[in-house]
């Protein structure tokens, strides 16, 4: 089957001070704050930095799964932070992903979008489940933010 590029993306505002809020994404530690998350190790903040992310589960089969990554972007004055995932634990190639922060009237706009490549059959189920994992992560991330 041929595959599809498609993307997903989730936004939402985050009640807590910008700089607050992008100290923590662009510190490649996420796992101080996305609760799917167990640990990680990163090798630098910069482009072509590693890292590797190893995740915290219900399910056996994706409990301690580590996350091969490497740091795309890192741009701290526009706030964007890029990846690419060299070894999705869902049936995705390609897996790439951005999130952005910017200031508003109403607090942080934050925005995780990611890109990737996927048979047209599975895209329903990975879409939602993809925006529940960056719901958490952003609901995560304010109460970081807000402990900083």
Known sequence: MTKTS???????????PLDAVRAAVHDPAWSNWIPFLKSDTCHG?????????VMAHPDPQLDGYELQETIVEN???????????????????NLGGVVTTEQTDNGVLAIWTAHFDAD???????????????????????????KA
């Open 6 to 16: 498609a993307s997903v993306s989730f936004a939402t505002h985050i009640d807590a």
């Open 45 to 53: 903040d910069t482009a072509g930095s590693a890292r590797v992310c």
């Open 75 to 93: 741009d701290r004055d526009t706030g964007r932070f890029g990846y690419a995932i060299k070894n999705p634990p869902f049936p995705v190639e």
């Open 120 to 146: 047209p059959a599975v895209l329903e189920e990975i879409r939602p489940m993809m925006v529940q994992s960056y719901h958490a992560a952003f609901q995560g991330l304010e109460s970081h933010a807000n």
